[in-house]
């Protein structure tokens, strides 16, 4: 598959702009309230690049190996932040306390306490990642295991806990998973957590309509992935 060009990417990051701008517009919050995570998991590194040219400044990597390459190869990026999305081992955290500048997808003791051991130069700003609907096949902490889970993150060094994290199952109505969002909303508002990450290509708007801070958008920006 080749790699979309230029005026392609800039065309559907002015069309996600103006959605994500009209969705903050009906939620009545202001732009600034919602970080674009630009989502380039399976994409090689020069559409990382393209992404950074284009002036997207946050980009969402799934796998920690595919994650350590690419911050390496683009390391010449400035200002260019990694966003560590997907959960990952014990054995690959290593790879993420080195180059993420936020972890998205927190949901097990011994990779935080493995990110808090690895982790130098300043606090890894972590999401706890919560399986809101809880389906058995899903990653993610039952919404009751969370606040037990954040009093044993809170006792690590070099971890904060800023928010909560869901991936809801994929619906071809958006509609559907706005119940999800709000659980989730609820379930910060609770444990005085200020950021959410919710909303993919298919439901965004939705999420910031329900107070998502973070987006994680990869098809609507790049289009289909490589497999
Ligand atoms: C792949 C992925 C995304 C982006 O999904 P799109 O539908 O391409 O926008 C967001 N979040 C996570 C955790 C992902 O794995």
């Given at each position: 598959?080749?790699?979309?060009?230029?005026?392609?990417?800039l065309?559907?990051?002015?069309?996600?702009?103006a959605?994500?701008?009209?969705a903050?517009?009906?939620?009545?919050?202001?732009?600034d309230?919602?970080?674009?995570?630009?989502?380039?998991?399976?994409?090689?590194?020069?559409?990382?690049?393209?992404?950074?040219?284009?002036?997207?400044r946050?980009v969402?990597?799934n796998?920690?190996?595919?994650?350590?390459?690419?911050?390496?190869?683009?390391?010449d990026?400035a200002?260019?932040?990694?966003?560590?999305?997907?959960?990952?081992?014990?054995?690959?955290?290593?790879?993420?306390?080195?180059?993420?500048?936020?972890?998205?997808?927190?949901?097990?003791?011994?990779?935080?306490?493995?990110l808090s051991?690895?982790?130098?130069?300043?606090?890894?700003?972590?999401?706890v990642?919560?399986?809101?609907?809880?389906?058995?096949?899903?990653?993610?902490?039952?919404?009751?295991s969370v606040?037990?889970?954040?009093?044993s993150?809170?006792?690590?060094p070099?971890?904060?806990?800023?928010?909560?994290?869901?991936?809801?199952?994929?619906?071809?109505?958006?509609?559907?998973?706005r119940?999800?969002?709000?659980?989730?909303?609820?379930?910060?508002k609770?444990?005085?957590?200020?950021?959410?990450?919710?909303?993919?290509?298919?439901?965004?708007?939705?999420?910031?309509?329900e107070?998502?801070?973070?987006?994680?958008?990869?098809?609507a920006?790049?289009?289909?992935?490589?497999?």
């Open positions: 598959m080749g790699l979309i060009d230029r005026a392609t990417l065309a559907n990051l002015e069309r996600v702009e959605r994500v701008a009209a903050c517009a009906r939620a009545g919050r202001t732009r309230t919602v970080q674009i995570v630009a989502v380039t998991k399976r994409h090689p590194p020069e559409l990382v690049r393209l992404a950074w040219e284009a002036g997207l946050h969402g990597e796998y920690a190996q595919e994650l350590r390459d690419k911050h390496e190869a683009l390391s990026c200002g260019l932040r990694w966003h560590a999305i997907g959960p990952v081992q014990p054995k690959n955290a290593k790879y993420v306390a080195k180059a993420a500048h936020v972890f998205h997808a927190l949901e097990r003791l011994e990779v935080a306490q493995e051991r690895r982790r130098t130069g300043g606090v890894l700003p972590c999401f990642e919560v399986n809101v609907e809880g389906e058995a096949s899903k990653a993610g902490l039952t919404t009751e606040r037990p889970f954040l009093e993150v809170r006792a690590l070099n971890l904060e806990v800023v928010g909560l994290m869901t991936m809801p199952p994929f619906t071809e109505n958006p509609e559907m998973v119940p999800a969002f709000r659980r989730l909303a609820a379930l910060a609770e444990l005085g957590l200020s950021q959410l990450s919710m909303g993919t290509t298919g439901d965004f708007e939705v999420a910031i309509e107070g998502a801070t973070h987006v994680r958008i990869g098809t920006l790049f289009g289909e992935r490589p497999e």
